[in-house]
């Protein structure tokens, strides 16, 4: 992997892990139980690498 894959990958989990951290928060604060906060979370970090690794294999196509 060059250099800038690498950050790419990097950025990619940095912005799954901000989104989970963001949603995970925002469903316990709406009433959720805090292992619910966390399933919600852990399923919004993999959708997003989901998307993003669906988005670089359409590309290397």
Do not use: D, E, K
Request: charged share 5%.
């Amino acid at each position: 992997m060059t250099m800038v894959q690498v950050l790419t990958l990097l950025l990619a989990v940095s912005v799954a892990l901000n989104l989970g951290c963001a949603s995970g928060i925002i469903a316990i604060y709406a009433g959720s139980s805090i292992a619910q906060g966390v399933l919600v979370g852990g399923s919004t970090v993999g959708g997003a690498m989901t998307l993003f690794l669906a988005g670089v294999g359409v590309y290397r196509r």
